[in-house]
């Protein structure tokens, strides 16, 4: 069948690569200028989608990618998997998924199968686009919901082995969903509603957010205690039921960890519901970056003014290039404004925020957020001190 898909970023074009090798005729639409013309050329700036897919279905011509809307219009399946940020004061900022609604009003006349793979708030497939496109043309499409599950960098589940939520408004719609689905994904999961679907995509964010707040906590805990967290934390994970081990870092980082917490407390607020953990959870996640610079300034006699500052592994992930929400960005504005001269060191991001990647050198003092393998750890280690945030050094000082 013909698929088309809006967004051509992490979501849509891992979509569109893995339906298109299933033997669907894919249109990938973005309105991403270059995006489009390095897809054209079988380049792929997504990270575990590589040239040679993106070549193979190119030369099969099973992909279309395009920045022309109307190309998408003969299409029987459309999928939406557009960013969903936040505004300034952090609330669901919409206006890439507006824009695609837009773009499905203009172009379609017949009834097609829309889905969403955008995570926001329940009650958006419902609401927000199957309600406002028949508002405003009423063409009687089928509409569902299957928020992506994409993990960057994660060499053991991907969208063929992950299981896949979905639910559509009406038993049609799954069905026809389902069937989509099915061609490339291995095991389909009915939810009772579409609401349960958008819930449980931002459950499993908040569940990490919370986790990982709770055990940054701990780890402030015990180095004023005068206990080994990393101690604790092992030990804990030795137990075989009721623990699940998450690990400490200088803050959380990628689209989903930091953003999808808060569509759900701006759900929970819209009906009167405090949300008070998970909000505080994100106040703790915020300050990470401010604690971790308190823990180079005690180890380094309570001064760093004048010295050289390295931050190591900028990206927010390991073996991952992508910087979105990465918390370098306010690690190496606390160590500035406590006077130390900073540079960054990523071997995976050459230019970020207007600078270079720094060679390692000789730093006085470098601090290590993720740990990618081609950073040379036997120049690392030349440092003078090292606060190590990946917990994956061996004889220097960890968070």
């Known amino acids: 069948m013909k698929v088309s898909v809006i967004g051509q970023g992490y979501v849509g074009l891992a979509i569109s690569t893995n339906a298109a090798l299933a033997g669907h005729k894919v249109v990938g639409f973005d309105t991403n200028q270059s995006r489009i013309s390095h897809l054209k050329q079988g380049l792929s700036d997504i990270e575990g989608i590589s040239n040679e897919v993106v070549s193979q279905i190119l030369r099969s011509e099973m992909y279309i990618p395009t920045t022309n809307a109307s190309d998408m219009s003969d299409s029987e399946v459309l999928v939406i998997a557009v960013p969903t940020p936040l505004t300034s004061d952090e609330k669901p900022d919409l206006r890439y998924l507006n824009s695609a609604i837009e773009s499905i009003i203009e172009v379609f006349d017949a009834p097609i199968l829309i889905i969403n793979e955008s995570t926001s708030f329940p009650g958006t497939l419902r609401n927000n686009i199957a309600g406002y496109i028949e508002s405003k043309k009423k063409v009687g499409h089928l509409y569902a919901v299957s928020p992506e599950r994409v993990d960057p960098g994660n060499k053991s589940w991907d969208i063929t ?23 490339f994904c291995g ?73 999808d917490p ?45 010295k050289d500052v390295l931050v190591v592994g900028i990206s927010y992930k390991k073996n991952i290039s992508d910087t979105r929400e990465s918390p370098a960005q306010a690690v190496i504005e606390h160590l500035r404004n406590a006077g130390g001269n900073v540079r960054w060191h990523d071997p995976l991001v050459p230019n970020w925020n207007s600078e270079t990647s720094s060679d390692i050198g000789i730093p006085e003092i470098a601090v290590v957020l993720s740990l990618h393998d081609k950073i040379d750890i036997q120049k690392l280690m030349s440092a003078n001190y090292i606060l190590d945030c990946s917990g994956e050094l061996k004889g220097v000082e960890l968070l």
Do not use: W
């Open 161 to 183: 082995n992950t299981p896949r939520l979905l639910c559509g408004l009406t038993k049609e719609a799954t069905e026809k969903a389902s069937k989509f689905y099915s061609s």
């Open 262 to 306: 808060l569509y759900l407390t701006y759900s929970a607020d819209s009906v009167n519901v405090s949300a008070t953990l998970i909000k505080q959870a994100k106040v703790l996640s915020n300050e990470m970056p401010s604690y971790v610079c308190e823990r180079i300034l005690k180890s380094n006699g309570g001064s760093i003014i004048g």
């Open 187 to 259: 095991d389909i999961v009915v939810t009772e509603s579409p609401e349960v679907a958008e819930m449980s995509k931002l459950l499993e964010n908040t569940f990490r957010l919370v986790n990982i707040s709770l055990v940054n906590e701990i780890v402030q805990i015990c180095r004023a205690l005068d206990i080994n967290p990393h101690a604790v934390i092992n030990a804990a994970a030795t137990k075989p039921y009721g623990f699940m081990k998450f690990t400490p870092g200088a803050g959380i980082g990628g689209h989903c960890i930091p953003v």
